[in-house]
């Protein structure tokens, strides 16, 4: 049995790091009856909700600037091949360029176990519900992480094509991830995580034509909804076109 | 999908106004959302009466306003209104244009205090 409700499902690994942003219940309790009738004042305040989320945005990029460290978000629905490109990234890019790894997920450490290599600092972030990643959870992240000598971050966000794209985490790249089996039209269903994107990969090409995906639709919709978007087709799972992908990550640097 | 993250940063802020007014209560918020911020109005609405109780703002009465998007093409210089708000063809050149003037609003506009 867990002997802490509040703390994650899952057991810590060795090698990943775990890093919970649940937030404890702190609210001030209610004072007890009615409000008296035209007591009420009106404060006007015009506050950007998403303004702290931006703020430490800001910060976490300068903290990586300062450190040398770029980094790259990654966003796509659940199950369009995330983690399997950085699997792939990271043993391709092993002994060039020292990397480290944040993944964000509802729950389990599932992914970070998955990207366990031999001296990558990789951290789970466990949202405990949260759809998304935001900057001050990254900024816990960075400080559990050893940075010494990383120069690329790799940010996994949490699989979901629509709210990541509200949240600034203080990357230097946005990649979306679309893979063919997910259909040509989600640049149009899902537009925000694509018009908010550096690059586009569209994944799974190796499984294209078993599913009858139209390619020049899909990247016609890409264009028409992106296009500032640089767009790298590939398939993690085979291979073909990744090192397109990898020399975007190494112009960087 | 992330309402209830949003509905938490507008009553934390509704409760440090109300702390720093001196108000022993939160009666109502006034919140603006653009339709493209990203965030439903509807599901914004629910996600309060999940993380008012408990709190100086329990039950309080929550205004969202909504604000339609406007688009502003930069050849015809004019702005429209998109029809759908999935992207931005201009009406009269059709340019797809990224350039939005309104609707990525999220913000808490006002408050009633006691």
């Known amino acids: ?253 | 999908m992330h309402e209830l993250g949003i509905a938490e940063s507008a009553l934390d802020l509704a409760l440090d106004q109300a702390r720093q007014a001196g108000a022993t209560r939160v009666l109502r918020l006034v919140l603006r959302v653009g339709a493209l911020s990203g965030v439903d109005p509807e599901a914004l609405q629910f996600a309060f009466t999940a993380v008012l109780p408990g709190t100086a703002a329990e039950g309080a009465s929550v205004q969202i306003d909504a604000v339609p998007a406007v688009a502003y093409c930069p050849d015809c210089q004019r702005d429209f209104s998109p029809d759908t708000h999935l992207f931005f063809e201009c009406p009269v050149c059709g340019r797809v244009c990224g350039a939005i003037k309104q609707g990525r609003e999220l913000d808490l506009v006002r408050l009633e205090l006691i």
């Open chain 1, 1 to 253: 049995m867990n002997p802490d409700p509040i703390a994650p499902a899952c057991l810590s690994t060795p090698g990943v790091i775990l890093v919970d942003v649940r937030e404890p219940d702190d609210s001030p309790p209610a004072p007890p009856g009615d409000p008296l009738p035209g007591a009420a004042r009106t404060v006007d305040l015009q506050v950007r909700l998403l303004d702290q989320n931006d703020r430490q945005a800001a910060a976490n990029r300068t903290w990586l600037r300062e450190r040398g460290i770029r980094a790259v978000n990654l966003v796509s629905s659940p199950g369009s091949g995330k983690t399997t490109l950085l699997e792939r990234t990271l043993d391709a890019l092993a002994g060039e360029v020292r990397c480290a790894v944040l993944v964000g997920d509802l729950e389990t450490d599932n992914d970070a176990r998955r990207l366990r290599r031999e001296g990558l600092p990789v951290a789970q972030i466990t949202t405990g519900g949260t759809c998304h990643l935001d900057a001050a959870m990254i900024a816990r992240g960075l400080e559990a992480l050893p940075l010494e000598g990383v120069r690329l971050l790799f940010i996994e966000n949490v699989g979901n094509l629509v709210c990541p794209a509200s949240f600034d985490l203080g990357e230097n790249r946005r990649v979306t991830l679309l893979s063919c089996a997910e259909g040509e039209d989600k640049p149009l269903k899902y537009p925000p995580i694509f018009t908010s994107a550096h690059a586009v990969i569209l994944n799974k090409i190796d499984v294209a034509a078993v599913l009858g995906f139209d390619r020049a639709a899909a990247l016609a919709n890409i264009h028409r909804v992106a296009p500032q978007a640089e767009v790298l087709e590939l398939s993690a799972r085979t291979r073909e076109g990744l090192d397109r992908w990898l020399d975007y990550l190494r112009a960087l640097l």
